[in-house]
């Protein structure tokens, strides 16, 4: 059951989503920054927007890794944007359980790093397997 932490407890996992649209639904959880937070407080307040309010611990104040990525040309047009530039930040959950945003998201897993393939596009997915090394 990839919805359990108590699985491949030897392994470190990953908690990806799943957005309500169909290419690309598996993410993990991301958020546009305000104007008003810094990168780890956007980071916080994504992580409780996705799952909830849980009892967390970020391992460091700055980005463990970035990412760009190009939006559609229909995305682009919308937005007035290129594309989104991502900052990911690693946390442990402490203690809680989720409880998932269904508004934006369908689904969670906790993945471990040789399951990334399973989800992602191989270019993102090579990306996160490095990433995710620890």
Not at 17 to 45: I, M, S, Y
Request: proline share 3%.
């Amino acid at each position: 059951d990839r919805r359990s932490l108590e699985r491949r407890m030897e392994d470190s996992l990953f908690l990806i989503v799943k957005r309500k649209r169909d290419t690309n639904a598996w993410q993990l959880p991301q958020g546009k920054l305000r104007p008003d937070e810094n990168f780890r407080q956007g980071a916080e307040r994504v992580i409780d927007r996705a799952v909830g309010l849980t009892d967390r611990y970020f391992i460091s104040n700055a980005a463990g890794g970035h990412f760009m990525y190009e939006y559609p040309e229909a995305l682009q047009q919308q937005r007035g944007n290129f594309g989104a530039h991502l900052f990911f930040y690693r946390c442990e959950i402490i203690k809680g359980t989720v409880k998932l945003e269904t508004k934006l998201y369908t689904d969670y897993a906790w993945i471990a790093r040789d399951e990334v393939g399973e989800y992602f596009e191989p270019e993102i997915a090579d990306y996160l397997s490095h990433l995710l090394q620890y």
